[in-house]
Structure formats: C-alpha cells, structure tokens
C-alpha cells in the first residue's frame, strides 16, 4: 500500500461520493428545532452530542422535547435518567407529545394521551437510576440497539451516572474522561448517537458558558462533535433564554436559537395534534411502590 497519494483512483472516488451525498450526510431534519437543521444540519448516528447549563435552566425539560422532536419522526431512542425518577421524565415527554395544559387533570384523557405516546412514539427507558457502573450502562446501552434498534440514547445526566464518589478531584475527571471515552467509542461501533447532558463548572452568576465551562477534563470537549449550551441573558429587563451551539464538527456552524418556554404545556416548542380515543376507553393500572 502505498504511503504517499494524488487525489485518483480510490480516493478520488470516494472524495467525489462525499461531495455527492451532502443532503444524505446531513442527516435527519429536526420539526420542531427547525433552527437546528441550519446549525448541525440535522441528526447523525455515530456521533456525540453535549448539552450543558446552569442549574434549574431546563436541561431535561429541553432534552425531553429535543429527543421527543426525532422520535415522533420514526428515530428509536433510549432514555438513560440517572438524576430525575423515570415517572418525572415520562410526565414531560406525554404533556410536550400533547401539545395541550393537562392542568387540570382528566384522567380518561391523561390515560388516552399516555395510549398515544406509548403506541405511536419509539421511546424506551433504562431502568437505571442513580450511580451505576460504566458496564452496566453499556450492557443496557447494547441490549437496546440489538432488541429495538436504537439509534439516539440520552444520559441524563453524566455527573449523576458517575455519582459522588470520595476520590480527588483529578480521580474523578480521570474516571468521566474514561466514561466518554467509551460513550464515544459505542456511538462509532454501534452507529447510534450518544447525547450527554451534563453539569457546567460553577460560574459567576450572570456569566455566559463557554467550552471552557465544562466540568471535568479535556476529554468531554474533545471527544463530542457537538456542543450545545442552554443559555439565560439576564442583560435586559426580562431574561432572554436561548440554546446555543458553540461546536460542530459536521461542516463548523455556530449559532443560537431563541426558546420560549410555556409551563402549562412544559415545552419549548408546542405542536398541538387531535387526540385519537378508541372505541374501548383504555386504563393504566397503577403499580405500586413503584419510583
């Protein structure tokens, strides 16, 4: 083989598919992040995405709708919840597929939306939840991808999967480092996309995040191919909220995108869809003692 090429044979080939198949390489689009498709150009497998922000910003709230926008689009995801109970998470993600207050609740149609989203939207959960072993995650992580075909899993949050642990400081990046390194390993083998949110280093409040702000080591900043930060503007006289991508490995666009939030529907984004009842009602039934 040899050390030294001219743009021919092989490689020409492969540069002029390359060039050819730039709409395909974009990857799906986002309906809801619509501004996302003109940033990342859309939703890749085999890549890693991060998602940072401050403390009590929305980063569940948002990565709720933000999974929820590719699976309604036929995307198979896997939900890793390691901080918020799964019941919390599921509440999210029927109230934004709703598109509608469920305050206050009826619950004949709280039962009938649940129906809905279970029936129609590619979501499954890890049952995980607090501190776990790096194996564990990813024993989890395969079984999806070879039983549903999984092709987005969320780890929420990485600090959390990691736990408190009572070694120092530069145990601890060294442990996340290597937790990352294997998150982005799977992502490449496995042809799924690994997106972490995860905690920033603690800032001067009213300070806007940067890649700097990042917990932990290098390896986090170096290893995603996205980096997406949820951001608040308190310069004016209502604070501004806004997501904004500050990495990109695709093609280097940066850029923001304005969020507003509406409580009553717990989303970003709202899409209202008619909601579809059987001729038989149907019931959940309740299971007890569970989290």
Same mark, same amino acid.
């Given at each position: 083989? $040899? ?19 730039? %709409? ?14 003109? !940033? !990342? ?31 309604? @689009? ?20 029927? @109230? ?11 619950? $004949? ?8 989203? $279970? ?10 939840? #607090?501190? @776990? ?47 990352? @390194? ?27 995040? $940067? !890649? ?5 080591? #290098?390896? !986090? ?14 310069? %004016? ?41 059987? %001729?038989?009602?149907? %019931? ?8």
């Amino acid at each position: 083989m $040899s050390r030294v090429l001219r743009l021919d044979g092989d490689l020409l080939r492969a540069t002029v598919n390359e060039l050819s198949r730039v %709409t395909e390489l974009r990857g799906i689009p986002f309906s809801r992040f619509t501004e996302l498709n003109r !940033i !990342i150009k859309g939703f890749r497998t085999q890549e890693m995405t991060v998602l940072s922000g401050n403390t009590g910003v929305g980063k569940t709230t948002f990565m709720c709708e933000y999974s929820l926008d590719l699976a309604e @689009q036929g995307v198979p995801t896997l939900w890793g919840s390691f901080e918020m109970p799964l019941r919390k998470v599921c509440k999210t993600l029927v @109230q934004q597929f709703a598109g509608e207050p469920l305050d206050p609740p009826i619950p $004949s149609r709280i039962s009938e939306w649940a129906r809905m989203f $279970s029936e129609n939207i590619p979501i499954y959960f890890m049952n995980l939840h #607090g501190a @776990q072993s790096l194996t564990e995650v990813l024993k989890t992580m395969e079984v999806g991808v070879k039983d549903s075909g999984v092709e987005h899993i969320v780890i929420d949050n990485l600090q959390f999967l990691l736990g408190a642990g009572d070694g120092a400081f530069v145990e601890r990046f060294q442990r996340q480092d290597h937790y990352i @390194q294997e998150l982005r390993a799977f992502a490449t083998e496995k042809g799924t996309h690994v997106t972490i949110v995860a905690h920033p280093r603690k800032e001067e409040t009213g300070r806007l995040l $940067s !890649i700097n702000s990042l917990y932990g080591g #290098g390896k !986090i900043s170096q290893e995603a191919d996205n980096i997406m930060f949820l951001q608040v503007d308190s310069s %004016t006289s209502i604070p501004k909220k806004y997501l904004q991508v500050v990495k990109n490995r695709y093609d280097g666009t940066l850029g923001c995108m304005d969020l507003n939030f509406r409580k009553d529907r717990l989303s970003f984004r709202p899409r209202p869809r008619e909601l579809v009842i059987p %001729t038989k009602a149907t %019931t959940f039934p309740r299971i007890v003692g569970y989290d």
